[in-house]
Structure formats: structure tokens, C-alpha cells
């Protein structure tokens, strides 16, 4: 089993920067793929950024697209989310996730943290 639990929301202005960490315990994540979601009030849980178990390779949905930076430390069995240049619309509550594919749904993560909010003001 592993367990995730994110740490970093807040709030934050428009145009201003968080990180959001994600440690892991109860087993390593090295082999696992990392992932970030996030779900605002009234939607859908929805795909941010994703990372193999290297770090060498990453995917980001278009809307955070050169703003977030998506990364990882093995030693530490943690990975980040690097928010910059916020907007409003990135408002939602953030949740870490881990798995077994190289993929964007929800459904190829086993693991989910607890979520953390963040919050963009105008």
C-alpha cells in the first residue's frame, strides 16, 4: 500500500506562484508513475500533469501548459508541482495520485492523497 499526502495549497493573488509537494509512504514510488489532478467545485476530477518513474518524461494538460512543472525525488519518495503565473480558473482542490500507466485517467491511478486546496484570487 501506499500512502500520499499533499502538502503547499494555499492562498494565492492571480499571477503569483505555488509549490504543492506529495510524500509517499509505505513503499517506494520509484516504479510508479506520479500524477497530479485537480477538481474545482461543480466539475469533474481532471488530469494536470503526469511523470514517469525517471522524471525524464512529462505531460501537462493544455491549460497549465508552461506554467506548472511537474517533478520528482525518489530519495525522498516525493514529487512537486511547481504553479506559476496562477489564474483564477486554477482555483480547485489539488490531489497527488500514483500508478502502474502511462496515462491521463483517473482510472490508471491506484493511489490518491487527501487533496489540498488552492485557492487564486483576482
Known amino acids: 500500500q501506499v500512502q500520499l499526502v499533499e502538502s503547499g495549497g494555499g492562498l494565492v493573488q492571480a499571477g503569483g506562484s505555488l509549490r504543492l509537494s506529495c510524500a509517499a509512504s509505505g513503499r517506494s514510488t520509484s516504479t510508479y508513475v506520479m500524477g497530479w489532478f485537480r477538481q474545482a467545485p461543480g466539475k469533474e476530477r481532471e488530469f494536470v500533469a503526469r511523470i514517469n518513474w525517471t522524471g525524464g518524461s512529462a505531460s501537462y494538460a493544455d491549460s497549465v501548459k508552461g506554467r506548472f512543472t511537474i517533478s520528482r525525488d525518489n530519495a525522498k519518495n516525493t514529487q512537486y508541482l511547481q504553479m506559476n503565473s496562477l489564474k483564477v480558473e486554477d482555483t480547485a482542490v489539488y490531489y497527488c495520485?500514483?500508478?502502474?500507466?502511462?496515462?491521463?485517467?483517473?482510472?490508471?491511478?491506484?493511489?490518491w492523497g487527501q487533496g489540498t486546496q488552492v485557492t487564486v484570487s483576482s
Open positions: 495520485a500514483a500508478g502502474a500507466v502511462w496515462a491521463p485517467q483517473r482510472s490508471a491511478y491506484n493511489y
